[in-house]
Nanobody
Framework: QMHLVESGGGLAQVGDSLKLSCQLR????????VGWFRQAPGKEREFVAG????????LYSDSVKARFDISRTDPEAPVYLEMNNLIVDDTAVYYC????????????????????WGQGTQVTVSS
């Protein structure tokens, strides 16, 4: 059973930075593509950023490109989402998701493409 755990959320002001962490309890991220999604009240869950199973390819939504950075140093390490220059519209519950069995460089960006999800961590940005 996959158990994803997010951490690092909290309160921030416009322009601040936060760093989210996604850990996989009990196993490593070897062969798993990992994505970050977010869901604001009244809105659908949306893709934020993802990293391929090999860790060599990343993908970002247009709304966070150049502000957010997804990374992992090796399959046994957490996957991080560094969020810089935060804006009010970044306020949401952020979810980590993982999936296996995709081509090495594939980064899925649809929620239905991921098999495992964390419980989410709240990020609130105030002006």
């Amino acid at each position: 059973q996959m158990h994803l755990v997010e951490s690092g959320g909290g309160l921030a002001q416009v322009g601040d930075s936060l760093k989210l962490s996604c850990q996989l309890r009990g196993r490593t991220f070897t062969m798993y593509a990992v994505g970050w999604f977010r869901q604001a009240p009244g809105k659908e869950r949306e893709f934020v950023a993802g990293i391929s199973s090999g860790g060599s390819r990343t993908l970002y939504s247009d709304s966070v490109k150049a502000r957010f950075d997804i990374s992992r140093t090796d399959p046994e390490a957490p996957v991080y989402l560094e969020m810089n220059n935060l804006i009010v519209d970044d306020t949401a519950v952020y979810y980590c998701a993982a999936t296996k069995g995709l081509p090495f460089l594939r980064v899925p960006d649809g929620p239905h493409e991921y098999d495992y999800w964390g419980q989410g961590t709240q990020v609130t940005v105030s002006s």
